[in-house]
């Protein structure tokens, strides 16, 4: 069955710190992968996602994010961590055949101290 | 940037009354999906619509919830006799194929019974 884990709950770091918010899935094929962030009140917005080929996608905000298929891993990365990054982070795992609801962990809350 | 909207943003019902959940998807998505996020929980999926029926849905998605289609943008959630633990945040997404497209999602509705 299908499940992705993030391991950590809540983060707390510094602006202008570097930033890896941890993420693995359990999948039978190929997953599709993404990072979507939810701002306090507001929708979840896609910040990147992989399907195939380099396994280094870049995404929105300068977020990026490594598959690593012998870890089962998915994880977040910014290298300089700005104010406004303070949010919630879901890491989803999609079918990469057929049926196409996606699963989502249970997210990891990034607070940003000054 | 296309948006998916939903209305309300916050909807109180007394338990047992019906509710309609609304989404305006995305204009040119074809594939439309319910998620509900209870509080301090995953975001969980619930179901998936396309070409007019319902292509997936989860355990979650038992008979007090229907979905609809009533014209050519609008897309409903439905739930007939609403309970306690129906309380969550509904959100609505869209995309424009299945697989490998993004789903994008809209702001959610809070949904809280009395």
């Known amino acids: 069955a299908q499940s992705v884990t993030q391991p950590d709950i809540h983060i707390t770091v510094s602006e202008g710190a570097s930033l890896e918010l941890r993420c693995n899935y359990s999948?039978?094929?190929?997953?599709?992968l993404f990072w979507y962030v939810q701002s306090p009140g507001q929708g979840l917005q896609l910040l990147l996602k992989?399907?195939?080929?380099?396994?280094l996608v870049q995404g929105i905000k300068g977020f990026e994010a490594e598959f690593k298929r012998s870890q089962s891993s998915f994880n977040l990365r910014k290298p300089s961590v700005h104010w406004s990054d303070a949010a919630e982070y879901f890491c989803?795992?999609?079918?990469?055949?057929?049926?196409?609801?996606?699963?989502f962990g249970t997210g990891t809350r990034l607070t940003v101290i000054p | 940037e296309p948006e998916v909207t939903q209305t309300p943003s916050h909807q109180v019902t007394q338990m047992g009354q019906e509710v309609i959940l609304r989404c305006v998807p995305i204009?040119?998505?074809?594939?439309f999906y319910w998620y509900r996020q209870i509080l301090g929980q995953k975001v969980e999926f619930l179901v998936s619509?396309?070409?007019?029926?319902?292509?997936?849905k989860s355990e979650i998605f038992d008979d007090q919830f229907s979905v609809e289609r009533p014209d050519g943008s609008n897309f409903t959630l439905k739930i007939r006799s609403t309970k306690l633990e129906d309380s969550a945040m509904y959100f609505c997404?869209?995309?424009?194929?299945?697989?490998?497209?993004?789903?994008?999602f809209g702001d959610g509705t809070r949904l809280s019974i009395l």
């Open positions: 999948y039978g094929a190929t997953p599709y």
């Open positions: 204009s040119n998505h074809l594939y």
């Open positions: 997404a869209s995309s424009e194929y299945e697989g490998t497209q993004p789903q994008h």
């Open positions: 992989y399907f195939s080929g380099d396994t």
């Open positions: 989803a795992v999609g079918h990469s055949t057929g049926a196409n609801n996606l699963f």
């Open positions: 619509f396309y070409n007019n029926e319902i292509s997936e």
